[in-house]
């Protein structure tokens, strides 16, 4: 039986990664296990999907039910908060940093003795931004935080091979409910549309697919950030 954590999971990226999880030809010996605040996109998956509420800006994160050994961890909070550096405060900083990295840290040290278990080559999976490679003004919240992300991962991965592989996805503007306030104006998600070589924004799908793979089917990448991007970082 493999096991996979997933903070959030109920909708956007997180739900895709499980549905392409789940379209494996026989996955009866998974369970992912999601904790998020809502489970209403996941009722179709019972069985294969143990759901626990969980707000991760107040509750703890409690391991007393987890499975002894853990095959994979994802990480999915995040924030979008474009705004002029000199409008921003360092207490801006602290809690951007704080959803997207702090709380995560948080998590993971007391998944690492069951991950450290698995016999399957563990994989751990973070999420960064294309804004690390390819700068962009108001995104400087973003970049503080998604870029202490990709150095983490590329350390952890050194730190905790063999045993377990660390790897991070650095999207560009993807069409999740996180996104909403730029795809829900014609203005700004045109201008991002133009941005990319493939003339598109990014779909859960196309993030989906990847996590699906890096946790079930790879085996020799750690330490990677993987631009999936439409081409906007080359």
Same mark, same amino acid.
């Given at each position: 039986?493999?096991?996979? &954590?997933?903070? @959030?999971?109920?909708?956007?990226?997180?739900?895709?990664?499980?549905?392409?999880?789940?379209? !494996?030809?026989?996955?009866?010996?998974?369970?992912?296990?999601?904790?998020?605040?809502?489970?209403?996109?996941?009722?179709?998956?019972? @069985?294969?999907?143990?759901?626990?509420?969980?707000?991760?800006?107040?509750? +703890?994160?409690?391991?007393? /039910?987890?499975? +002894?050994?853990?095959?994979?961890? =994802?990480?999915?909070?995040?924030?979008?908060?474009?705004?002029?550096?000199?409008?921003? !405060?360092? $207490?801006?900083?602290? $809690? *951007?940093?704080?959803?997207?990295?702090?709380?995560?840290?948080?998590?993971?040290?007391?998944?690492?003795?069951?991950?450290?278990?698995?016999?399957?080559?563990?994989?751990?999976?973070?999420?960064?931004?294309?804004?690390? %490679?390819?700068?962009?003004?108001? /995104?400087?919240?973003?970049? #503080?935080? !998604? @870029?202490?992300?990709?150095?983490? =991962? %590329?350390?952890?991965? =050194?730190?905790? #091979?063999?045993?377990?592989?660390?790897?991070?996805?650095?999207?560009?503007?993807?069409?999740?409910?996180?996104?909403?306030?730029?795809?829900?104006?014609?203005?700004?998600?045109?201008?991002?549309?133009?941005? /990319?070589?493939?003339?598109? &924004?990014? $779909?859960?799908?196309?993030?989906?697919?990847?996590?699906?793979?890096?946790?079930?089917?790879?085996?020799?990448?750690?330490?990677? &950030?993987?631009?999936? *991007?439409?081409?906007?970082?080359?």
């Amino acid at each position: 039986m493999k096991n996979f &954590i997933f903070i @959030g999971g109920s909708y956007g990226i997180g739900l895709s990664s499980i549905n392409h999880i789940m379209s !494996k030809k026989d996955q009866s010996d998974i369970k992912i296990h999601v904790y998020s605040r809502s489970s209403d996109n996941l009722n179709s998956l019972e @069985g294969n999907v143990i759901h626990t509420p969980f707000d991760i800006s107040k509750d +703890e994160f409690d391991t007393t /039910h987890l499975p +002894e050994t853990v095959d994979g961890f =994802v990480y999915l909070p995040g924030s979008i908060k474009l705004k002029p550096f000199h409008t921003l !405060k360092p $207490e801006d900083f602290m $809690e *951007d940093y704080k959803i997207n990295f702090l709380n995560m840290v948080s998590i993971l040290k007391k998944l690492i003795p069951s991950l450290k278990k698995s016999p399957n080559l563990p994989c751990v999976v973070l999420f960064s931004s294309v804004v690390i %490679k390819k700068g962009m003004p108001f /995104h400087s919240l973003v970049a #503080a935080s !998604k @870029g202490a992300i990709e150095g983490f =991962v %590329k350390n952890m991965a =050194v730190e905790y #091979a063999p045993k377990i592989r660390f790897n991070c996805i650095a999207p560009s503007l993807t069409n999740t409910p996180l996104a909403k306030s730029i795809t829900s104006n014609p203005k700004m998600l045109e201008t991002s549309i133009s941005k /990319h070589p493939l003339k598109r &924004i990014g $779909e859960p799908e196309d993030i989906g697919k990847l996590v699906s793979y890096l946790l079930l089917e790879d085996s020799f990448m750690t330490g990677q &950030i993987f631009h999936t *991007d439409g081409g906007m970082s080359v």
